[in-house]
Each structure stands twice: as C-alpha cells, then as structure tokens.
T-cell receptor, first 117, second 113 residues
Framework: DTAVSQTPKYLVTQMGNDKSIKCEQNLGHDTMYWYKQDSKKFLKIMFSYNNKELIINETVPNRFSPKSPDKAHLNLHINSLELGDSAVYFC????????????????FGEGSWLTVV | DAKTTQPNSMESNEEEPVHLPCNHSTISGTDYIHWYRQLPSQGPEYVIHGLTSNVNNRMASLAIAEDRKSSTLILHRATLRDAAVYYCILREDSGGGADGLTFGKGTHLIIQP
C-alpha cells in the first residue's frame, strides 16, 4: 500500500488554466504538506496544514491554495497557471508532535510532474 | 531551521563505506539532526536522526561531534541503489505544530560499480 499517493503523476497543461493535484495519505497522520522542486532541484515547502493551523510559505503566490476535505487529503489547487509553475510537486504527511524529537518522520509521495506550456 | 553546509557531491565505489559530512556550526540545543535522501525521480525519504549520541539503524549510522557542530552520515557498504541526494536538516524540538523540513542543496552521492 502506498503511504502517500498523489494524482496525477504527470500533468501537461496550458498557461492560464486552473488545475488540481490530489494527495491522500493512509498513515493516520494529521499534518500534511506540499513541497515544490524546481528545475534546479531545490525543494521548498509551500504549505503545512493540520486541523489547527495552515502555515503558508510567504513566497507562494496566492494562485496556489491547499484544500483539505478531511485529515487524509490535502489537495493543491493552482489558478491561472504560469510557465514558472512548471516543477515537481511533492505531497507529504507526518504526525503533529514534538518537532524534531521523535523524528516525526515525514513521508513523501512520489511527486507530480507539472509542465505548463 | 538552522543552516547546514554539505559538499555538493561525493563519489564512492560500490560495497565500500561512505562518509557524508555535514556542518551545522549554528546548531541550537534543541535542534535535532535529521538526514533524508532523494533517489532519482522519487520523493525524499527519511534516513536517520539524532540529538547528541551516535545512532544506528538498518539504513545507516549517524556520528555526531561532541560539540554538535558537525555530523557524519555513514553508509557502511554502499550499493548502486544508494546513489541519491542526501540532505542534512536541523529540526527544532518545537513542541508541536505543523512544522516541516527546510531542505538545503544536499550532497549528490555517486556510486561507481
């Protein structure tokens, strides 16, 4: 069973379109994340979310929005797609807890390759 | 999260030990040292973490300097499958909340057959 699954794995779309990437985790975690990995391979956190708070990386344009229908899902909606949005997007999850102490291992999905043309 | 410094790349031979260094001179007392790796075309995966004492698990060992300003990830017998980007990350024991990971550039480990 895949712990963190994302769909679609590949997405090619035109500039200006609105698209969503879905994410589901079956680990019983209550915190989920979205990361973006650009062409230079830098991994940057976009959002982290649990039932108490949404933390948004201030550099993320407001065209990006996370939507969580329940604890097991955190979908990423992107409006008015731009060429610079082309990247690999990773969903992840973990238990909310004591930060670094227990490890609070963060589990990542396999990524969604978004190409905007 | 405090900053870490790692070599951009390292090369090793298959079935030999690999020592991946990480400097974190500004580490605070509540920062844990975590290592993740990212295999080609996959998401990052957890490797190991520690605070002060050396740690071992089935994947690797983590050696932490006495002053905690540096650490070394040790792969005892590298295989081709260990070729990946290895990230050394400091995570504060924040006491809760939706904290994530702040990734640096990592070390690109190349394994020669």
């Amino acid at each position: 069973d895949t712990a963190v699954s994302q769909t679609p794995k590949y997405l090619v779309t035109q500039m200006g379109n609105d698209k969503s990437i879905k994410c589901e985790q079956n680990l019983g975690h209550d915190t989920m994340y979205w990361y973006k990995q650009d062409s230079k391979k830098f991994l940057k956190i976009m959002f982290s979310y649990n039932n108490k708070e949404l933390i948004i990386n201030e550099t993320v344009p407001n065209r990006f929005s996370p939507k969580s229908p329940d604890k097991a899902h955190l979908n990423l909606h992107i409006n008015s797609l731009e060429l610079g949005d082309s990247a690999v997007y990773f969903c992840a999850s973990s238990r909310t807890g004591t930060g670094g102490r227990s490890g609070n291992t963060i589990y990542f999905g396999e990524g969604s390759w978004l190409t905007v043309v | 999260d405090a900053k870490t410094t790692q070599p951009n790349s390292m090369e090793s031979n298959e079935e030999e030990p690999v020592h991946l260094p990480c400097n974190h001179s500004t580490i605070s007392g509540t920062d844990y040292i975590h290592w993740y790796r990212q295999l080609p075309s996959q998401g990052p995966e957890y490797v190991i973490h520690g605070l002060t004492s050396n740690v071992n698990n089935r994947m690797a060992s983590l050696a932490i300097a006495e002053d905690r300003k540096s650490s070394t990830l040790i792969l005892h017998r590298a295989t081709l499958r260990d070729a990946a980007v290895y990230y050394c990350i400091l995570r504060e024991d924040s006491g809760g909340g939706a904290d994530g990971l702040t990734f640096g550039k990592g070390t690109h480990l190349i394994i020669q057959p």
